[in-house]
């Protein structure tokens, strides 16, 4: 049976891991609801962090339901994106998006983020 959690070794834990990607981005990917900003980093693992602000998403159900949407997301392109740590801040109207929606909407960001890795690796 797969493992579908989202453990420790998926997650930036610290306030320097956040720091780092934000600090020294080398990937960004963005749309008017999302932005995606990503390193490479030294781990295995992609690993994956979120902030979704109560000031762009007030309602507690629709950030824990932004949260799950995208945790689940990762987890399905996680084997594609190879050694990054990523950060996805939520924008005003993430909320408003409906679940189909919202999910092509990441799926296309992955996508785009894992074509710019592959165009730098190739250089």
Request: proline share 1%; glycine share 4%; aromatic share 6%.
């Amino acid at each position: 049976m797969a493992d579908h959690r989202f453990g420790r070794k998926l997650r930036l834990l610290t306030a320097s891991d956040y720091k780092e990607v934000f600090g020294k981005a080398e990937f960004k990917v963005s749309c008017p609801q999302l932005l995606i900003l990503a390193i490479k980093s030294g781990y295995e693992d992609s690993r994956l962090g979120l902030v979704i602000a109560k000031k762009h998403i007030r309602l507690a159900v629709e950030r824990n339901r932004v949260k799950r949407l995208i945790r689940e997301s990762f987890r399905k392109h996680q084997q594609l994106l190879i050694e990054m740590d990523i950060v996805i801040l939520a924008r005003s109207g993430a909320d408003r998006l409906d679940n189909k929606d919202f999910v092509t909407l990441v799926e296309k960001l992955w996508q785009d983020l894992i074509r710019r890795q592959k165009r730098l690796n190739a250089r």
